[in-house]
């Protein structure tokens, strides 16, 4: 058994999760210092968002130094620090490598533009169509042109995410190379493994040409050497042999490319992260509409979950499981309830992620129930996919109510606000003021407060780690769905060696029925007390049940 099967990481935004300086900008002392509480949750790994060198455009996706600390996160000896108290707490470390392009503040773009031809080439530059314009129509992850020109070399460089954002030419093998030598460095610091940031992106097309359909993404997506240098990648830094754990953020993904990348006999990487689940609510696969008024996610997730959960398996691929990250907004307020029902929805949205087949993953925050940030200015917004998208759906005609509505719904700023801790001023996050607004709910819902209640999220998270790592059903077990058609319930069960589990979620808030498949069972973990255990059964407002036969 791959020992990651049956841990659970904890994703941390630095940036947001514990200031010790009173900057209002959290540092790496901070995850020292908040070390404990994780321990006690029971996390194997935390992935460490970027906190590298940088300008911060896009909050250290934008890196300037992939070897060097910024020096609003601390030290290198903070690091090391931090390194060493985590592992005495059987803790490893996970860092994002952002691959897909440097910021144009990184010293290989700097000689670039000074016209160092070496460093020219480390980049994606094609010359002006006759009219001037833009080589291709690629559209920008955050919106308008993906190209951007620069009058000393008279051409034009990709960028598929902000124009600080540089795409590396990975068709070059010295830049390979170079990441490669990134990966060692870090190794050589101690850290387990890594995340890379949406890394099947950076094989690109042969031709560049218009997308007639799209955004450009078809060209560039699961790309013609993709495999090829993950397997390269992989064998020059020695990631299997230095055992790290690995995960690649995969955008618009397939399947098929999933079970490649992740399959262990590819030699590629240990999981991926796909998010085809948690487009189900974008109309028309737009993140900038909003789903009509009652409108269900339930058919949506089922369908997709599922087929994941069955083509990764039947394909011997390993998922990284989650709601939420840096860039969803919280899933309590996406697919729970976050009035009434926001304890119960959270743990039963932590039920159904947490016992199925791959590893978990928790974002921080999300282990105490913290909701969307509920903005409703644009003065409080920090991110520059929201600050653009608000001047595109204006020129869309839309009205600032709309708009207002839209962001407060779709805007990665609801996963940032800081990281509530207590019932104070600032939320025990900072003494000084915080770089992005703290939820003023923070009052009630904090880490202090849900520990010590008597109904607690984090309990119950604590709890789901720890069944994991106990039962091996739950780590390794054969993945079955059930209750297809049902209209308020996802079901599916794990199965191995004459063992069954059979979870049950509630996704309403309705009573829901349902009629057990197995006698005798025991109930593992359920999310109300005294769990019921009849066979034929009605399911609470966002019950979850996992029945042991
Ligand atoms: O995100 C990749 C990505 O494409 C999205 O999740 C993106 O935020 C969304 O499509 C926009 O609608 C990764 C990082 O997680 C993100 O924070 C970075 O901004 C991005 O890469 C660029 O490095």
Redesign the pocket.
């Known amino acids: 058994m791959q020992d990651f099967h049956k841990s659970v990481v904890y994703q941390i935004y630095p940036k947001s999760f514990q200031d010790t300086t009173g900057s209002g900008t959290g540092d790496l002392m901070g995850v020292v210092k908040r070390l404990d509480y994780l321990k006690e949750l029971g996390v194997d790994y935390l992935w460490l ?1 970027p906190f590298f060198v940088s300008p911060q455009n ?2 250290g ?2 890196v300037a130094d992939y070897r060097a600390i910024d020096p609003r996160y601390g030290t290198m000896e903070d690091f090391e620090t931090l390194a060493r108290e985590a592992k005495a707490r059987g803790i490893g470390l996970m860092l994002d490598m ?1 691959f ?2 440097t910021s144009t503040e990184h010293e290989w773009f700097r000689r670039a533009l000074a016209g160092e031809e070496r460093y020219k080439n480390y980049y994606i530059r094609r010359p002006a169509r006759p009219d001037g314009g833009a080589p291709t129509n690629w559209v920008s ?2 919106g308008g042109s993906a190209w951007a020109y620069v009058p000393e070399w008279g051409e034009y460089y990709l960028h ?3 124009r600080t ?1 540089a795409d590396l030419n990975w068709e070059n093998p010295e830049v390979r190379a170079e990441l490669a030598d990134v990966l060692r460095f870090w190794i050589a610091k101690g850290v387990s493994g890594f995340r890379f ?2 890394v099947n992106l950076v094989s690109k097309p042969d031709v560049f040409e218009d997308d007639l359909e799209g955004d450009g993404r078809r060209f560039y997506t699961d790309g013609p050497r993709i495999h090829q240098y993950l397997h390269e990648l992989c064998a020059a830094a020695g990631l299997q042999d230095n055992g790290m754990v690995t995960v690649g ?1 995969m ?1 618009s993904t397939t399947i098929e490319n999933c079970v490649g990348y992740s399959n262990p006999e590819r030699k590629e990487l240990s999981m991926t992260f796909s ?1 085809h689940h948690l487009k189900v609510d974008y109309p028309n696969q737009d ?1 900038w509409a909003l789903p009509e008024e009652g409108f269900s996610p339930l058919p949506g997730l089922r369908e997709v979950l599922n087929r994941w959960q069955l083509g990764m398996q039947a394909g011997g691929g390993w998922n990284a499981l989650f709601w939420c ?4 907004p919280r899933v309590v307020s996406r697919f729970g309830d976050e009035g009434e029902y926001r304890v119960r929805s959270a743990q039963m949205l932590g039920t159904l992620i947490h016992l199925m087949r791959g590893t978990p993953y928790i974002y921080q925050g999300e282990e105490i129930g913290m909701t969307n940030a509920g903005f409703t200015a644009l003065e409080q917004y920090r991110d ?2 929201s600050l653009n998208y608000y001047h595109i759906l204006k020129e869309q005609g839309k009205s600032e109510k709309e708009i207002y509505a839209i962001l407060a719904a779709r805007s ?1 700023d609801n996963s940032r606000t800081p990281m509530q801790w207590d019932d104070s001023p600032n939320t025990g996050f900072t003494t000084g003021e915080p770089w992005l607004a703290v939820n003023p709910n923070h009052t009630a819902i904090n880490a202090q407060a849900d520990r010590a209640a008597e109904d607690s999220v984090f309990r119950y998270y604590q709890k789901l780690v720890a069944l994991r790592k106990k039962y091996p059903v739950i780590a390794e077990g054969t993945y079955i769905p059930m209750l297809r058609d049902h209209p308020a319930v996802f079901a599916y069960r794990r199965e191995l060696d004459g063992v069954t589990l059979d979870i049950y979620c509630n996704m309403t808030a309705q009573p829901a029925q349902v009629d057990l498949e197995g006698a005798n069972g025991r109930v593992l973990i359920g999310n109300y007390p005294a769990p019921q255990r009849a066979e034929k059964l009605t399911l609470r407002p966002y019950e979850a049940l996992a029945v042991l036969y």
């Open positions: 968002t896009d909050n996706y934008d952002v897909n392009h992850k955050f598929l995410f902000d954002q940031d949406v953020e955008s998010f993140k990250n840096h860039d969803q520059v996919e990665r």
